[in-house]
């Protein structure tokens, strides 16, 4: 059987602001991308926009628009998948082609990490926020308890899912969880992930909650989105141990001055320190030039709307 590999390639894009109707979508069907038509949903003064950073184009939304655009598309029965990507993913997708066509066959990018929304906001998406995948599962599942929405839970450990799934009934007494799956630790063949996708669309599940970490569950979800269809896929990453409480979350102070990561690294530095010191580097470092281009690009219409008033 052919085995699903991740290797290492350089595929750099020029960043560029960019701002398109958030009614239109891409999903992948088949490895292709394809455009599909979805009703729009208010993003506040942004409404319907979305903001190009490094090449990879984000939702312009909060909180509360992110989960109202998720219910309601989980609703619909469309299908498709949502990235939730920080600066990891945004500079991984520079050098890795499998997770930057993720990126950009998803249904929806949302900022998980502040200095992307930050950087969203120096572009002109002025009410762009951080939503962070632990919160961002909450507040749907919350949502969707009016609903009747089902949801499934795929990725971890079994020990990590029955306490992910205890905590939820018990905050959530009205939410209906219809499975979760931890899968094996290797790369998948192809039919085990076709089988997979069949039980998990098989379940009823409207939404597929994917904790598998960046960028293996952007991958997982791009190649079988089409499978899942009408259940949609969001990819929250450490969500699952964070929600279980098998691993501490940062205090609130710490998440409203956008320091979560110092406290992922502090928690595991060995595994995190230079993921985070080599890729924020590398964030300002590619951000920067983004940045200047549209200052100047702004400074000129200033300067041509003076003269012209003149």
């Given at each position: 059987m052919a085995r699903r590999g991740y290797g290492d390639a350089r595929q750099a894009r020029r960043g560029r602001l960019a701002v398109v109707p958030f009614g239109i979508s891409r999903v992948d069907s088949g490895r292709r991308g394809v455009l599909l038509k979805t009703q729009a949903v208010t993003m506040g003064a942004d409404a319907n926009h979305r903001c190009t950073v490094l090449g990879v184009e984000y939702v312009v939304a909060d909180m509360a628009a992110a989960t109202a655009a998720v219910v309601e598309r989980a609703l619909s029965g469309q299908g498709g998948y949502a990235?939730?990507?920080?600066?990891?993913?945004v500079v991984t997708a520079q050098h890795r082609p499998q997770l930057r066509s993720a990126l950009d066959g998803a249904w929806a990018n949302l900022?998980?990490?502040?200095?992307?929304?930050w950087m969203m906001r120096r572009l002109g998406a002025k009410t762009a926020r951080r939503v962070a995948g632990p919160d961002l599962m909450p507040s749907v599942i919350d949502a969707g308890q009016a609903h009747g929405l089902r949801h499934f839970m795929f990725g971890s450990t079994p020990e990590v899912l029955e306490r992910l799934g205890a905590n939820l009934h018990g905050w959530y007494p009205q939410a209906k969880i219809v499975g979760t799956m931890s899968p094996p630790f290797r790369p998948l063949t192809d039919d085990e992930e076709r089988e997979i996708a069949d039980q998990i669309r098989s379940s009823g599940a409207q939404i597929v909650w994917v904790g598998l970490g960046l960028p293996k569950?952007?991958?997982?979800?791009?190649?079988?989105?089409?499978q899942l269809t009408p259940c949609m896929a969001l990819g929250v990453g450490a969500a699952f141990d964070f929600l279980a409480g098998t691993k501490p979350r940062a205090p609130m102070w710490m998440r409203r001055r956008g320091l979560e990561w110092l406290h992922r690294v502090s928690s595991e530095p060995r595994r995190l320190g230079w993921r985070y010191a080599?890729?924020?580097?590398?964030?300002?470092?590619?951000?920067?030039?983004?940045l200047m281009r549209h200052w100047s690009?702004?400074?000129?219409?200033?300067?041509?709307?003076?003269?012209?008033?003149?």
């Open positions: 990235s939730l990507a920080g600066v990891h993913g900022a998980d990490g502040e200095p992307v929304a569950q952007d991958e997982w979800m791009w190649r079988n989105a089409s080599s890729t924020n580097s590398e964030f300002i470092v590619r951000a920067t030039p983004q690009r702004q400074a000129l219409r200033i300067s041509g709307a003076t003269r012209s008033r003149r």
